[in-house]
């Protein structure tokens, strides 16, 4: 089974993307894994599997280097047994293979992940954002849904911000995952652990 880090007190997944990423890549993620997030989504989608698979390498040596799991996106790596996948690639096979997260949009989606052997879901988007410019969020009230139809760990993902990553929590999350903060932000800037 696949578990956070033991490091962390953090109920933050860190998900990457290197077009957004302020400074070089490699970098950033050596500062992410220093703030200690419960784990690292290496989501870079616009990369085939051998370029993938070169950045996977080096994300899990920095990740490896401070005891930060990291989650492979799409792509098995043999750097990682924990894997991510949107809902539609998701399958008991590789459930049994890995520890598998699986993105949902809809409850349903929630329920059938679960059913295949998925270990934690990751739900979204919650609130507005610019990864999914003109589509509505799903809002807190689909993602307490969710929380309350299974019984793995859901976090949120879409707009999470200081001011509503409590909202998710008090919704039933069992954290958040955010990608603007750690690609963008001021990493020097406090922030309160979850």
Request: include cysteine.
């Amino acid at each position: 089974m696949w578990m956070f880090s033991d490091a962390s007190q953090s109920k933050e997944i860190a998900v990457t993307a290197r077009q957004l990423c302020k400074g070089e890549f490699l970098a950033r993620l050596e500062e992410i894994t220093q703030r200690r997030p419960c784990a690292v989504l290496l989501r870079e989608k616009d990369l085939g599997f051998e370029d993938y698979a070169a950045l996977a390498r080096e994300a899990a040596r920095l990740c490896g280097a401070r005891g930060v799991p990291l989650i492979a996106h799409t792509y098995p790596v043999p750097w990682t047994r924990n894997l991510h996948v949107p809902f539609g690639l998701a399958s008991g096979e590789l459930a049994q293979k890995y520890a598998l997260s699986v993105s949902v949009h809809a409850v349903e989606e929630a329920r059938r992940a679960e059913a295949l052997g998925a270990e934690f879901l990751i739900a979204g988007h919650i609130f507005p954002t610019g990864c999914k410019p003109g589509l509505p969020p799903r809002g807190l009230g689909f993602l307490r849904e969710v929380c309350e139809t299974v019984r793995i760990p859901v976090f949120a993902i879409g707009g999470i911000t200081e001011q509503n990553r409590g909202a998710c929590l008090a919704a039933g999350a069992a954290g958040v995952c955010r990608l603007s903060y750690w690609m963008e932000g001021e990493l020097d800037a406090p922030q309160a652990v979850l």
